[in-house]
């Protein structure tokens, strides 16, 4: 997600956020909300990650330590591809 500033008049920023409190949702739900509203379906849908599915992927290769020591291996690699060059 990326974050977004507006400037908004003291007056309007206090009836929105009422106005959000009132219907059950934060400010930022409010105006996503409304923004959606306004552009219509044809807004840009959200991309998934890969790890949204809920999926457990397991490798039957590799390091069992990998997530440990990443960039080790990591950088080992690298040092092996610049030196066969």
Known sequence: MVATIIRLPEEEHEFYKEYAYKNGMSLNDFFRFSAREIA???????????????????FKSGPKDGSINHDKYLYEFEDKKMHSK
């Open 40 to 58: 219509g379906k044809k807004a840009i849908k959200s991309k998934h990650s890969f790890f949204d599915l809920g999926t457990k992927v397991v």
